[in-house]
Antibody, heavy 116, light 108 residues
Framework: QVHLVESGGGVVQPGRSLRLSCAAS????????MHWVRQAPGKGLEWVAV????????YYADSVKGRFTISRDNSKNTLYLQMNSLRAEDTAVYYC?????????WGQGTLVTVSS | EIVMTQSPATLSVSPGERATLSCRAS??????LAWYQQKPGQPPRLLIY???TRATGIPARFSGSGSGTEFTLTINSLQSEDFAVYYC??????????FGGGTKVEIK
């Protein structure tokens, strides 16, 4: 079955960078679009970014555009999110999710806390 | 950006009863709508896509309906494991993909 495992979260100071990873298994990773979705503590879901099956196309939420970069390594079945210039409002659990227009499988998430 | 609005914010229902959750889009999303369930400390789980198609393994007591701007998720005969937060999400016009604010279904 589909298995998605995020890693790389932690506490980081405002303005610094962090890279999240999502290891995928149980499906043909290289044939599927992949997303990052986040959830601030006690809040709802916010879509962050998507990459196409081959990484040739990517789109971002306005709130992260120019600061975050989504990428993938299909040889390693791994999705990434490079987060630069982090802000307090980026504090959230970050989920990777498999899917095209909707999210049919989710990882357990990794917590990113931006605080001085 | 399409804004999704869910109501009510909280729904109190007794086990065995029916829950009816609403989701409204700021403009038509056709039938390009999904529903998710999220329990505390867990990631969301896909319930419905295409406004009315149940995802794999989702019990028949969950049903979705609607099109355009008005959608409903109905949960018949609520079980203890159904008490959770439910989100709708549109995928008709994106980016961005957008979610509603959620409806918490709690035990009455």
């Amino acid at each position: 079955q589909v298995h998605l495992v995020e890693s790389g979260g932690g506490v980081v100071q405002p303005g610094r960078s962090l890279r999240l990873s999502c290891a995928a298994s149980g499906f043909t990773f290289s044939s599927n679009g992949m997303h990052w979705v986040r959830q601030a503590p006690g809040k709802g879901l916010e879509w962050v970014a998507v990459t196409s099956y081959d990484g040739s196309d990517s789109y971002y939420a306005d709130s992260v555009k120019g600061r975050f970069t989504i990428s993938r390594d299909n040889s390693k079945n791994t999705l990434y999110l490079q987060m630069n210039s982090l802000r307090a409002e980026d504090t959230a659990v970050y989920y990777c999710a498999k899917g095209g227009n909707w999210f049919d499988s989710w990882g357990q998430g990794t917590l990113v806390t931006v605080s001085s | 950006e399409i804004v999704m609005t869910q109501s009510p914010a909280t729904l109190s229902v007794s086990p065995g009863e029916r829950a009816t959750l609403s989701c409204r889009a700021s403009q038509s999303v056709s039938s390009n709508l999904a529903w998710y369930q999220q329990k505390p400390g867990q990631p969301p789980r896909l319930l419905i896509y295409g406004a009315s198609t149940r995802a794999t393994g989702i019990p028949a007591r969950f049903s979705g309906s609607g099109s355009g701007t008005e959608f409903t998720l109905t949960i018949n005969s609520l079980q203890s494991e159904d008490f959770a937060v439910y989100y709708c999400q549109q995928y008709n016009n994106w980016p961005p993909l957008t979610f509603g604010g959620g409806t918490k279904v709690e035990i009455k």
